[in-house]
């Protein structure tokens, strides 16, 4: 099962880290994504991350200022978010795909219960 959590509520321009954890399988042989999920709007993707870590993606809307990272030893993926704004807040997901690196939502193997993040500005 995948589990996120670190939501919560933070003025804009501040920093926030979510956390995804995967237990019953193994971690390492899933590549895993954020996605978020604005009210009104549809879920859109956030970030991906290799099997290894060694790459990554991210959408152009919080690249530069938001880090995903995994640590495969802990089972567990992280999305650093820095200088956050009010557009993102949004309920975030972890997406776990054994295959391969996705970019959008469509055909992820797993999806945790979402985490939500509320920017004040």
């Known amino acids: 099962q995948l589990q996120a959590y670190g939501g919560g509520l933070v003025q804009a321009g501040g920093s926030l880290r979510l956390s995804c954890a995967l237990s019953?399988?193994?971690?390492?042989?899933?590549?895993m994504d954020w996605f978020r999920q604005a009210p009104g709007k549809e879920r859109e993707f956030v970030a991906a991350?290799?099997?290894?870590?060694?790459?990554?993606y991210y959408a152009d809307s919080v690249k530069g200022r938001f880090t995903i990272s995994r640590d495969n030893a802990k089972n567990t993926m992280y999305l650093q978010m820095n200088s956050l704004k009010p557009e993102d807040t949004a309920v975030y997901y972890c997406?776990?795909?054994?295959?391969?690196?996705?970019?959008?939502?469509?055909?992820?193997?797993?999806w945790g219960k979402g985490t939500l993040v509320t920017v004040s500005s």
């Open positions: 991350i290799s099997w290894s870590g060694s790459n990554t």
């Open positions: 019953g399988r193994t971690f390492s042989s899933y590549a």
């Open positions: 997406a776990a795909d054994r295959h391969q690196v996705r970019l959008e939502a469509y055909g992820m193997d797993y």
